[in-house]
């Protein structure tokens, strides 16, 4: 196997404020010198050398001018979402479901085809570089790269899956990323799938997710975390594997060897046709996350979660109240995505965005150096 190749940054933003002008540009609204200044602390030269090096690149625009009473009027300026794009794959045991997205995360087109999980690394490398190309063909913009958003374990620094080591997991061991960075010649991304799924949706509402959990129930169940702004790895990639901490003590068998996962209760629940007990389960996940990282917003996405959503947002609803009673300056959030099933592949066409023009304490992974 070849050595693993940096996926080198394309045209990542020159620094923490040139990328915070940007985060404050993605939120929609038109953007002038004074108030980036204000809001970012910074003075008004040093705002108008970022807005003129990001016009430059095309990444920002002027959209006219503004006069506030006597003196020189103000120049607005906008994002310019169609100058850039990112893939993003979402890869499953059955699907292959692959976006475009704009500089925004917005999404361009949609792609969708089969996959046996059987099928050896080849094959499967053929198949992402497949639908990439195809997507590669779509939208404006400068392209970017190719996220690859899959269930875990994933070592996102790596890029290689790491699932379960048994004749029954064809992908084990698999370099993804750079067995698709050879195919492609663009820089790739992979990481898990709830991982993927929290940067799609802080990277579409700046700021709003800085301490954050995004509980995403698929075909397993799992969890991703970011706090104080940056997403959390860990020392194995494996920061917020909420799927496997035990809800039940000697409770139903999970293939990890323990007993009580609340992903193996999880999963139980529903095959029972118990989505009440499968909602308190995912409450009990919720919970124990806000109590051990104090997050204010919990974001539920996955095809489990659609699926039942009224009664899991009851449950995690009920279930903070009850233990957030006592203490009412305590405030979280719990929010469905917006995304739908497209969570994951936007989110991972996200990595890439933000892995390019990210605030630096985003800036982990591959080429982060
Ligand atoms: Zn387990």
Redesign the pocket.
Known sequence: MSAVKPTGPLDRVAGAHDAAVLAVARRGEPVARTGLAEALQVTPQAISKILSRLSERGLMAEIGSVSFGPGKPTTLYRIVPESRRAIGLHLTRSRLHGVVTDLTGQILVRREVEIDRGQPVPELISALAGVSRDLAQHGPGELLGVGVGMPGPVDSTEGVYRGASSPADAWHGASVRSLLLEELSLPVLLDHDSRAALVGESWSQPGLLDNAALVLAEEGLGAALRLDGAMVRGAHSRAGEAG?TVVRMGGTP???G?RG?A??EYLAALEEGDPGRAAQVLATVVMDLVRLVDVDRVVLGGRSVYAHHATTMEAIRQALDESLRAESHVHVEVLLSTRGIDLIAAGAACEVLEHEYGLPAALVGPGAG
């Open positions: 496997h999970c293939p990890c323990r996962c992903q193996a």
